[in-house]
DNA sequence: GTTAAAATATGATATTCATCACATTTTTAA
DNA sequence: TTAAAAATGTGATGAATATCATATTTTAAC
């Protein structure tokens, strides 16, 4: 594995921060950076994994084959570790992860990773934190999924894109309509009828995959409503 | 907080085995035990928490409140932590716990556990597997919630108590028909419903709140199917 | 043991949404 | 630039399941 100047790195993890410089060299000594163009594979579900996998730049889709085809398990914005779960807890990969715009990953290897978690208790602590906050985001997500019917769950979905990914009201869609109903849990048909209904209703205008929102706190309200 | 032996306690998580004797003696100074009956409310939504929960025997309910009512997001069988996630990341519980038999429960000041996972690396390096393991049984849960239809989510949830919870192809249901609802998202009539159907074709039986699988693999293919 | 309350069962009806079918538009590749 | 492929839009239909209504059974309280 080539060595990289981690301390340099501009776009540290907020766990990483905490390292010391000797301890950054054990990260640079033992990590890989690559980019990958939007629809690259980044990993695969079911392979085989032996890094910890650092989202330096870029946005990425987590996705698993479920009984009834793939499910969008959830988006990941840089800077974020995606492979944490798949490869600590397991060394199978239990989902795919797939660039959906132009992206930058280092990987880290696990057992440098795990040295690390041994030597500092702050690097480790943070990490943690981040877990736990994942576990509740991804519970919340999960009773949205359940409890909302699609109309409402779509309209989550655009919040979340507005809000926590582009923050901003104006963003270009970086799904597909059939991807917006793999997150959400419904066909493409239903996808498209209900974003033009959206506009339909003047709460966003779309055309293509660009798209506005015009009238956000009734697309709050639907997106609670359900 | 009272003082007790944690070093004696034969039924220590696998993080807390990597413990010291002294850092035993600090969990059992900062450790309180209590013992909740069925229906008792272990901690609350929305409530303060300083604690981080450990239950030490027993069977509970994880609940959140939901734009639609209530949605059970998992239950918790001991030896585990329950209060990881919401009072760590946060100081305000996101979910509520419920016994839904006769349980005893550890309540561990946030600080002294803060404290181990500073000084002891192996112990906190279990409860980061621990955590990663959640989070990928968490994802697979809510893909299943979300692909599957109500029968398949109900064949996976009496499938699950039989394997995960009980070990067991017979056993009474620690749940209410409306409670199964609030877990796989349905209502009370439709579990009812769905119940007596698996009943009428032979897949399991069922007396009020006594159930018996009979036809596993068939149960498994309709868990699987939808 | 009796009564009240809660849980469960079950039919009828309405709604949501998946699926199929096909048209149209956009993107990609040669 | 053109052809092919992929993505999107839209109507018709049917299946799944929520909801409402009401009866029955079980559990809890006194």
Same mark, same amino acid.
């Given at each position: 594995?080539?060595?990289?100047?981690?301390?340099?790195?501009?776009?540290?993890?907020?766990?990483?921060?905490?390292?010391?410089?000797?301890?950054?060299?054990?990260?640079?000594?033992?990590?890989?950076?690559?980019?990958?163009?939007?629809?690259?594979?980044?990993?695969?579900?079911?392979?085989?994994?032996?890094?910890?996998?650092?989202?330096?730049?870029?946005?990425?889709?987590?996705?698993?084959?479920?009984?009834?085809?793939?499910?969008?398990?959830?988006?990941?914005?840089?800077?974020?570790?995606?492979? /944490?779960?798949?490869?600590?807890?397991?060394?199978?990969?239990?989902?795919?992860?797939?660039?959906?715009?132009?992206?930058?990953?280092?990987?880290?290897?696990? &057992?440098?990773?795990?040295?690390?978690?041994?030597?500092?208790?702050?690097?480790?602590?943070?990490?943690?934190?981040?877990?736990?906050?994942?576990?509740?985001?991804?519970? &919340?997500?999960?009773?949205?999924?359940?409890?909302?019917?699609?109309?409402?769950?779509?309209?989550?979905?655009?919040?979340?894109?507005?809000?926590?990914?582009?923050?901003?009201?104006?963003?270009?869609?970086?799904?597909?309509?059939?991807?917006?109903?793999?997150?959400?849990?419904?066909?493409?048909?239903?996808?498209?009828?209900?974003?033009?209904?959206?506009?339909?209703?003047?709460?966003?205008?779309?055309?293509?995959? &660009?798209?506005?929102? /015009?009238?956000?706190?009734?697309?709050?309200?639907?997106?609670?409503?359900?």
């Amino acid at each position: 594995m080539r060595s990289i100047n981690c301390s340099a790195c501009i776009l540290k993890s907020t766990a990483v921060k905490n390292l010391t410089v000797s301890e950054l060299n054990i990260l640079g000594n033992n990590c890989a950076e690559a980019v990958f163009k939007k629809g690259d594979i980044i990993f695969k579900q079911n392979a085989l994994s032996s890094n910890i996998i650092y989202l330096r730049t870029g946005l990425i889709k987590l996705a698993i084959e479920g009984p009834q085809g793939t499910q969008i398990i959830r988006l990941k914005k840089a800077p974020c570790y995606l492979g /944490l779960p798949t490869t600590m807890g397991d060394k199978i990969n239990q989902y795919s992860a797939v660039a959906l715009e132009l992206s930058t990953v280092c990987f880290i290897d696990i &057992h440098a990773f795990k040295e690390l978690l041994r030597i500092n208790p702050d690097f480790t602590y943070e990490i943690l934190i981040r877990m736990y906050k994942n576990e509740l985001e991804q519970f &919340h997500r999960c009773v949205k999924l359940v409890q909302n019917q699609v109309y409402g769950r779509l309209a989550g979905s655009l919040l979340y894109l507005a809000e926590e990914i582009y923050a901003s009201q104006e963003f270009n869609l970086p799904l597909s309509r059939s991807e917006i109903g793999d997150m959400i849990g419904t066909s493409r048909e239903t996808v498209s009828r209900m974003i033009n209904s959206l506009a339909q209703e003047g709460v966003i205008s779309i055309s293509g995959k &660009h798209i506005k929102i /015009l009238n956000k706190s009734l697309l709050e309200k639907i997106s609670q409503k359900g």
